[in-house]
């Protein structure tokens, strides 16, 4: 199982793939340190080298790929979440 998040750093959103567990599950659950370690994967969305590390979505050409990005995380999020719909 996989659980999907977001959060911004100032205007610039983070995409994050956290695989869950059933250790790492009990191990939150139960406030100890799982043995195993998780490997979350992360996308941040970068313009290249010419652009400064603090341009967001004050730039059009960074807010377009940005948008890119969520489109494909949203899926990939609703696909999962679908599961447990009732």
């Known amino acids: 199982m996989h ?3 977001w959060h911004a750093t100032n205007t ?26 998780t490997t979350v994967v992360r996308c941040v ?3 290249g080298h010419n652009h400064r590390i603090s341009q967001g979505m004050e730039t059009p050409e960074y807010r377009r790929v940005a948008f890119q990005r969520f ?6 999020a ?9």
């Open 3 to 5: 659980h999907y998040g």
């Open 12 to 37: 610039r959103p983070i995409f994050y793939l956290v695989p869950v567990t059933e250790a790492l599950s009990v191990a939150v659950a139960t406030g100890q340190c799982p043995e195993a370690r």
């Open 45 to 47: 969305t970068l313009l």
């Open 71 to 76: 489109l494909a995380f949203k899926d990939l």
């Open 78 to 86: 609703k696909e999962y979440w679908q599961t447990f719909i009732v």
